[in-house]
């Protein structure tokens, strides 16, 4: 059974920047690079919310309006290992933040299309 451990989190003043990791284990017979990964964060009374995904061949990625042009995904396959890179974070960026992964070809922001979470680590964005 595959399973996702997410570091990076904290408490960051607005401006700031965080790279969340996503590290995948427990693949049998294949790797993370078969897999799309999305990224996701949930803030307090809100919805979850896709962030960012990236597909299986790392060629077809998503970013949502509200972090376009802030934030980057990227991925080591080699190391099973997905990033989120955040920058200039503002206030509204604070929640808990998931990763996710499925076998798929094309990215997808939609929560129901992955079947794997990491535990969501906590961004705060607070001056």
């Known amino acids: 059974q595959v399973q996702l451990v997410e570091s990076g989190g904290g408490l960051v003043q607005p401006g700031s920047s965080l790279k969340l990791s996503c590290s995948a284990s427990g693949f049998v017979i294949d790797s993370i690079e078969t897999y799309r990964v999305g990224w996701f964060r949930q803030a307090p009374g809100k919805q979850r919310e896709g962030v960012s995904c990236?597909?299986?061949?790392?060629?077809?990625?998503y970013y949502a309006n509200s972090v376009t042009g802030r934030f980057t995904v990227s991925r080591d396959n080699a190391r099973n290992i997905v990033y989120l890179h955040m920058n200039n974070l503002k206030p509204e960026d604070t929640a808990v933040y998931y990763c996710a992964i499925n076998h798929g070809i094309f990215c997808s922001p939609r929560a129901a299309d992955y079947k794997a979470w990491g535990q969501g680590p906590q961004v705060t964005v607070s001056a």
């Open positions: 990236t597909s299986a061949s790392d060629g077809n990625k």
